[in-house]
């Protein structure tokens, strides 16, 4: 059976591009279990927002509501608590994700069964989704390397991924 994903987006009142970051997980190649979207504000758009995609994502959409003021960790072990899948893919509110994320994870845990978590690769893109110049991408600077090799090709840890075939 194949490893079950939940993608799991934890915000602070931010709406603004949460519904990108939805879409891109309810659209994916390989669908997720649930996505679930942890708020640990009392803004209202975050609600509103969660609630009508519900009705446009074909993917549960869970919305949970954690203590305000514990910061961002708590926030998102808020949210990763709240899932129910073994894998959780986990995806910021401000960004979104490639067509085949999902597919590209559970590929990889298929194929190498020692993974205990991976990330794929980054790519910086402008506000109208235009893939930015590696010169001008500050993922590049020496101070983030460590995000993956000379390729930005992701990897699990203490496993290389960048040979796993998509």
């Given at each position: 059976m194949p490893?079950?994903?939940?993608?799991s987006i934890p915000t602070h009142g931010e709406a603004t591009h949460l519904r990108v970051a939805i879409t891109s997980?309810?659209?994916?190649?390989?669908?997720?279990?649930?996505?679930?979207?942890?708020?640990?504000?009392?803004?209202?758009?975050?609600?509103n927002c969660v609630e009508e995609m519900k009705e446009e994502v074909h993917v549960?959409?869970?919305l949970v509501h954690c203590d305000t003021g514990n910061g961002l960790?708590?926030?998102?072990?808020?949210?990763?608590?709240?899932?129910?899948?073994?894998?959780?893919?986990?995806?910021?509110?401000?960004?979104?994700?490639a067509e085949n994320a999902v597919e590209f994870l559970?590929?990889?845990?298929?194929?190498?069964?020692?993974?205990?978590?991976?990330?794929?690769?980054?790519?910086?893109v402008?506000?109208?989704?235009?893939e930015l110049a590696q010169e001008s991408n500050p993922l590049q600077s020496a101070s983030s390397a460590h995000w993956g090799d000379e390729n930005n090709q992701g990897h699990g840890l203490g496993r290389d991924l960048s040979n796993v075939s998509e």
């Amino acid at each position: 059976m194949p490893p079950s994903v939940s993608v799991s987006i934890p915000t602070h009142g931010e709406a603004t591009h949460l519904r990108v970051a939805i879409t891109s997980a309810a659209k994916q190649t390989r669908l997720p279990v649930e996505i679930v979207v942890s708020d640990d504000s009392r803004s209202r758009s975050v609600l509103n927002c969660v609630e009508e995609m519900k009705e446009e994502v074909h993917v549960p959409l869970r919305l949970v509501h954690c203590d305000t003021g514990n910061g961002l960790a708590h926030n998102v072990n808020c949210c990763f608590d709240a899932a129910v899948c073994e894998w959780l893919c986990f995806l910021h509110d401000d960004d979104f994700l490639a067509e085949n994320a999902v597919e590209f994870l559970v590929s990889s845990l298929q194929q190498e069964t020692s993974i205990v978590a991976a990330f794929g690769k980054q790519v910086v893109v402008d506000a109208a989704g235009v893939e930015l110049a590696q010169e001008s991408n500050p993922l590049q600077s020496a101070s983030s390397a460590h995000w993956g090799d000379e390729n930005n090709q992701g990897h699990g840890l203490g496993r290389d991924l960048s040979n796993v075939s998509e």
